[in-house]
């Protein structure tokens, strides 16, 4: 299994907060993702990386940033929690080796919950 | 740009009978497709993965899917289901550009039922 650890793995928090999301992988991969999962709309792209400092957007980006300082970690930032933002929030790594290599590896998951 | 249709957002079946979650896909390119299963309060798994090799594709636990272009489908088959089936289905679509995104689908809970 690829090494990828989601930090915390549990949060309440409360609304207007901020918060953010740790994502660490000891694969090297070059390719990192933040996705949401929510009952019926399976896993929905929030942000991704595709190398260190570079980030861009998915289809459900508004009101999360990232950043990735360092090939091993990608954070996610909620920067005022609001209600609509409590989820499953999965990490994903992929090692970006060629076309023929595609293949998402999955963190545990971090559940979110903003009251 | 890509997108993923699952028909079904529940299967539910008797063990020992065929399985069958469906998963049709849009694509402006050609695409690379996969099948990824979610156990309980895990993360998610490769069954198996299309990246324009054989148009028959077998991955673990014994389910294999076949790519259509015709009917732009790719989906997920096991011959015989098991209880330890029983988990939540994704299909995935990438076009495996420079900057790979892979976009997934609803998901499809399948039931084994005893």
């Known amino acids: 299994d690829a090494g990828i650890t989601q930090s915390p793995r549990h949060k309440v928090t409360e609304t207007g907060t901020p918060v953010t999301l740790r994502c660490h992988q000891t694969e090297n991969h070059r390719y990192m993702y933040w996705y949401r999962q929510d009952p019926g709309h399976g896993l929905r792209l929030i942000h991704y990386s595709y190398g260190v400092k570079d980030t861009d957007k998915g289809e459900v980006s508004d009101g999360y940033s990232v950043s990735r300082s360092k090939t091993e970690d990608f954070l996610l930032t909620l920067e005022s929690a609001t209600s609509s933002q409590t989820s499953v929030y999965f990490c994903a790594t992929e090692s970006g080796t060629g076309f023929k290599n595609t293949e998402a590896f999955f963190g545990q998951g971090t559940r979110l919950t903003v009251v | 740009a890509q997108s993923v249709t699952q028909l079904g957002s529940h299967v539910s079946v008797s063990e020992g009978a065929l399985v069958l979650l469906r998963c049709n896909y849009s694509?402006?390119?050609?695409?690379?497709l996969f099948w990824y299963v979610q156990y309980p309060n895990q993360g998610l798994q490769l069954l198996l993965k299309y990246t324009s090799a054989a148009t028959l594709v077998k991955g673990i636990n014994g389910f294999e899917a076949e790519f259509k272009k015709s009917e732009t489908s790719f989906h997920l088959t096991k011959p015989s289901a098991h209880m330890s089936d029983a988990a939540e289905y994704f299909c995935?679509?990438?076009?495996?550009?420079?900057?790979?995104?892979?976009?997934f689908g609803s998901g499809t809970r399948l039931s084994i039922r005893p």
């Open positions: 995935a679509v990438s076009t495996g550009s420079s900057a790979s995104k892979i976009i």
């Open positions: 694509s402006s390119v050609p695409p690379y």
